[in-house]
């Protein structure tokens, strides 16, 4: 077909058109934004790894020197050998490019302008070295949307019937792994066990120590339910296994469904609220440490009772530790939510509603978690 034509210039418009599409999908002004507010501010706190002991020179040029200096040398050395040298190659052959080879020979001379060679070697190193990191990246992606998916089987999918109450849930990450953690499980003697965790940090290490915790807090729970054996075997398990960076922050109790009793246990996480039917919100439990830290510590087993038109909140500090424009959700904001009546999923439709507009464009900084269960009224009796 000749390009020329109507029909054959339709068609490579068409083409141009759909390829741009591709090309541009998903950048916006927002996006090129981030590109260099975030992500090229997050790059040079990373490359930079400057010891902490180092101080800057004073001098606005001599302090630019060393930071190009220590973001340079972060980069080269987080490379594998064999990209260190391929990099290092591609930036010696613009310099190569510059001098120009000039021949003398007893019968005349001849000019050589290698300039292009150089630049095409150096670009094709470059883009070399771009593909082989890009294709690392895909790996890990890959693998991370296998763990994504392994740790959201943990999670809870369908809860376990629990008639007189109604529950609302949630759950966010920050990055592609999360190391928030809840679930629902029934025991023999008819409660439910119901846990809230938060590991420390957020990624892959959260993740996995999140999942050591699930296991050994559901292979406890077979074994004896009741709060303090739970809580001390789970912080036995993270004390044998991580370093005192890692740890873990757990809420664990039985609810009795038929009186609404909760026994519960907290190490070190955010204190739950419960909001009785005339409005007044309560926290419940008292401090104490994370699990994980030490060997032994003392996390006491305490009480709560939900009343017909009470209403229990369950959440990880993302929620009123989220920050937008320097400012966080606030603790204050979160109960604040909770004294104006509705059911489970009101509010907790309520309190994601008002965190989704705080937050706006801001990415979500840390995995966030929110449980809410009401114990509902007694229904009316009824008449023959």
């Keep these: 077909m000749d390009d020329r034509s109507p029909k054959g210039e339709t068609s490579w418009i068409a083409r141009s058109r759909r390829f741009f599409g591709e090309f541009t999908a998903g950048l916006d002004r927002k996006e090129v934004r981030r590109l260099f507010d975030e992500e090229a501010t997050q790059a040079f706190r990373t490359l930079a790894g400057r010891r902490g002991d180092e101080e800057l020179p004073t001098k606005s040029f001599e302090r630019l020197m060393v930071e190009i200096r220590d973001v340079f040398l972060g980069f080269v050395f987080k490379l594998s050998p064999g990209r260190r040298l391929l990099f290092t190659v591609s930036l010696i052959c613009p310099i190569l490019g510059l001098f120009d080879l000039d021949i003398r020979l007893s019968g005349g001379s001849f000019f050589v302008d290698s300039s292009p060679f150089w630049f095409i070697m150096s670009i094709s190193g470059l883009t070399l070295l771009l593909a082989l990191e890009m294709v690392d990246r895909i790996r890990v992606r890959d693998e991370l949307e296998v763990a994504r998916a392994l740790q959201r089987d943990l999670l809870p999918q369908d809860l376990p019937p629990m008639p007189g109450f109604g529950v609302a849930h949630s759950y966010r990450t920050a990055n592609e792994i999360g190391g928030d953690y809840y679930g629902f499980m029934p025991i023999a ?14 990624g892959m290490a959260a993740g996995l120590l999140m999942a050591i915790a699930n296991a050994t807090l559901e292979a406890t729970i077979d074994v004896d339910a009741q709060p303090q054996s739970v ?10 296994t991580g370093t005192n960076r890692a740890f873990l922050t757990l809420f664990y109790g039985l609810l009795d469904l038929q009186t609404g009793e909760l026994e519960f246990a907290n190490a070190g996480h955010c204190f739950p609220l419960l909001r009785r039917e005339d409005g007044r919100v309560e926290e419940i439990g008292q401090g104490s440490l994370p699990l994980g830290l030490r060997a032994t510590g003392e996390w006491p087993t305490q009480t709560a009772a939900l009343e017909p038109g009470d209403l229990l909140v369950l959440y990880s500090d993302g929620i009123p ?12 904001r979160l109960r604040g939510l909770l004294r104006t009546p509705g059911s489970a999923r009101t509010v907790h439709d309520r309190v994601l509603d008002n965190l989704d507009r705080h937050l706006g464009d801001e990415p979500l900084r840390d995995d966030l978690t929110l449980v809410v269960i009401d114990r509902l009224p007694p229904l009316p009796p009824v008449h023959s």
């Design 321 to 332: 530790e989220a920050v937008a424009n320097g400012q966080d959700f606030g603790f204050e």
């Design 189 to 202: 003697d008819g409660r439910i066990a119901i846990a809230i965790g938060d590991a420390s940090g957020h």
């Design 231 to 240: 809580i001390e075997a789970v912080n036995r398990t993270l004390f044998r």
